[in-house]
């Protein structure tokens, strides 16, 4: 998102290309020493690589990323507890959340924990339970005679329930990824990248998701029982082979795939190929998903699914298919996933219908979406706020009043830090909890409240953004000639994968041509070529755009030249390699 000016020259779709900045002498550099392309070399020189770092972001290796785990604070503290805890015999509980990077973070410790010989018990609460932990679960594992709780993906900032355990006897190891306060609550130990008074030196490292925190965390345990002796009388578990649920949460929680992300998600996704995991082969093939698995399939093929769980089903569900070992178990689950995912998407247009028209029935005062109603469903309200703030290229509030509470999810632009702006929100009183990253977040607070925390994030969105009209900028990576679009020139991008936040797909720009057989096929997809006065072609798609306005250009095919952005594709069908652009903006010449 930028602000510009009203004359400035925008696309079909409303959008200001902007071109990255290259240098020729360090990509001519970095194509000689490195052995890779030009335009790879301004791929690697866009995205901020520094020059000797380009073997790890090429080849992304645990052996290279991950650095020894005691570099995060309370590390050893954790892992030797959890260590004594296994070789105890001691109970252990777990506390994860409703989302994939919960369901993937509390399986890799079910797992783990299940093959050293502990099954441990764990807590996903539900959406009406709330984020994080509570009473109840700390009642649940009371009842159980538990006394040694791990927290992951939530417990930084749960400061009531947690110091309120701690009290009672619980002894609680939060691991975490999310903003920090100042103070920690008052428990055993806390293990977050983001703590305010962490000083490990690989900035990388915040960039984790709780189940890449979580691996770190067991490759700790893991090591201290190896040296201790423990494996001499039991199987040594295959960390390894659950790198396919640490590459799945860390695709889905949209945290940047940097530094040791990288490698997570690389060599996540060849364990995935080989399908160990039963919770994810049956999704794989309800989903029908017949080629190798990418980091796309991961975020919007089997993510969404899993999500749609914790959204309007069982929020207990993702961690069990991600963590049973019983075949016939996992596609029953798969197949109910699937159908909660239809359900999911009907509760969601139904929502996102009544927030558009609240939201466009009256001028809004500040630069954003802000919108609220009786009973919207928890579980969708953060989908409807990331349409909404695509829908009107602003920073999106939405909420659901409940009986007893408000609960709240936000989607953010460049420029401001939701994290940030919901930490000031509970300092300043104007909502009762919440938390997040920098383009998400979630709060709660009464029906009160919303007219003071309306004013309250109206402020503090203009004073970050400022009033000019914020518009969408697709920031496209490099031109290239159509001649130069071939199964070399593709196989030469993947080299980048995989792609994601931090490390988005390139968006090749392709100038001066021309629109050929276009036809809509499918639901609304627009299908052509793409050809240059040299002769050369390729094919080309618009996925359901044949009612928007770069459809409705494609299809009228009245000779026009365009420059067209989008990402180019190897396709391969029956054992033959073919190109294919995904076409994501034209502009008319």
Known sequence: MTKVQEQENFSLSGKLWRMAETDDGWCTRVAQAYGVPFYVAQLLYARHVAYDDIPTFLQPKLKDLMPEPYVLKDMQRAAERVADAIMNGEKIAIIGD????????TSELKRFFRAVGVEPMVHIPSREEGYGPSDLAFAEFKQADIKLVITIDCGTTAFEPLNKAAREGFEIIVLDHHEAEAILPAVYAVVNPK?????????????????????MFLVAVNRLLRQRGFYATHNEPPLM?????????????????????????KQGLKVMASQQNLGLKNLMRIAKMETSPRAYHLGFVLGPRINACGRVGDAALGSKLLSTEDDH?????????????????????FVLLQAIEQVEKEAQEYPMAF????????????????KLRERYNMPAFVMSIEPDEVKGSARSVDGLDLGMLIISAKEHGVIKGGGGHTMAAGFSLTTEQIPEFKKFVGEYVL???????????????????????????????????????GNPEPQILLQNVRVVKPAII??????????????????????RAADNEIGQALLSNRGDVYDVVGYIKLDEWQGRQKVQMIINDIMRK
């Open 371 to 386: 919108a609220y109603g009786d009973d919207w469903h928890q579980g969708v309200i953060g989908i409807v706020a990331g």
């Open 463 to 501: 004073k970050h953004l400022g009033q000019d009209k914020i518009v969408p900028v697709l920031d496209i990576d490099c031109a290239v000639s159509l001649s130069a679009v071939n199964v070399d020139f593709a196989t030469n991008l993947a080299q980048l994968e995989p792609f994601g936040t």
């Open 241 to 265: 082979n659950w790198l396919d649920l640490v590459a799945l949460g860390t695709v889905c929680d949209v945290v940047p795939l940097l530094g040791l992300n990288r490698a997570y998600v």
């Open 195 to 215: 703590r305010l008074d962490e000083t490990n030196p690989y900035k990388y490292l915040e960039y984790m998701s709780a189940v890449g925190v979580g691996f």
């Open 329 to 349: 178990e996992a596609k029953q689950l798969a197949e109910k996933f699937d159908a909660l995912n239809g359900e999911r998407k009907e509760i969601e247009n």
């Open 522 to 543: 499918g639901s609304g997809h627009v299908r052509c070529l793409l050809s240059s006065p040299t002769g050369s072609s390729v094919s080309a798609i618009a996925f």
């Open 98 to 105: 409703y989302d994939v990077d919960g369901a993937t973070s």
